[in-house]
């Protein structure tokens, strides 16, 4: 069949708003979370993980919260700025199997001046 | 500190022809994944390497094919190159597997 681009789905916030991007995982198993931030011509970029051991993780202007009883992670950005717009992915790994990440689709974030 | 090294960053090839490409990993980090990245498929793992072993491969063709060396740099190899194999290849580097894992900046590969 036709090869269609992915959907992304995009998220459009203010300068300066807190911004909230969702993440469903699907492997009940898998323990350890990261969510990365691609710019346009660049390769993902770490931004924090969590492990299943943890429901919530804080960094510089991040928080990563964990729920696994219905498999959902989300990144929230607060005060959001012009140089956070990119295209975020979160990432999941079963320690158990080696090094493999499975990636969602990614989330577009805009942030408007 | 160094980050991860992909080169080249841009290649052209012709359908039929063979690539290899190149990953240096932080220097510590032994495990060394990699993936390709396209449009209508987002990122898919295609395997890793730790201690020069292949620990994990995903679901590709055997057209495609890596190997680690002793200094944890790491090559992969893409023989009989079809169209469908152009994509930005991302490798990425830990120092465990279940630590945090950092990516190049890809080598975008053309198949014309």
């Known amino acids: 069949g036709e090869n269609v681009g992915l959907h992304l789905p995009t998220l459009s916030v203010q300068e300066g708003d807190n911004s909230i991007i969702n993440c469903a995982y699907s492997?009940?198993?898998?323990?350890?979370f990261i969510w990365y931030k691609q710019e346009s011509g660049k390769g993902p970029q770490f931004i924090i993980d969590i492990r299943s051991n943890m429901d919530k993780r804080q960094g510089q202007r991040v928080t990563v919260l964990l729920n696994k009883t219905v498999k959902h992670l989300s990144l929230q950005i607060a005060a959001t700025q012009p140089g956070d717009s990119a295209v975020y992915f979160c990432a999941e790994n079963n320690e158990g199997s080696a090094r493999q990440l499975t990636f969602g689709s990614g989330t577009q974030l805009t942030v408007l001046p | 500190k160094a980050g991860v090294t992909q080169t080249p960053r841009y290649l052209i090839k012709t359908r039929g022809q063979q690539v290899t490409l190149s990953c240096s990993p932080i220097s510590g980090h032994r495990s060394v994944s990699w993936y390709q990245q396209t449009p209508g498929q987002g990122l898919q793992f295609l395997f890793e390497?730790?201690?020069?072993?292949?620990?994990n491969k995903g679901n590709f063709p055997g057209r495609f094919s890596g190997r680690q060396f002793s200094n944890s740099r790491s090559e992969m190899n893409v023989s009989t190159l079809e169209l469908g194999d152009s994509a930005l290849y991302l490798c990425?580097?830990?120092?465990?597997?279940?630590?945090?894992?950092?990516f190049g900046q890809g080598t975008r590969l053309t198949v014309v």
């Open positions: 492997n009940s198993a898998s323990d350890y």
């Open positions: 990425a580097s830990s120092r465990h597997e279940n630590t945090e894992a950092f």
């Open positions: 390497y730790f201690s020069e072993t292949q620990r």
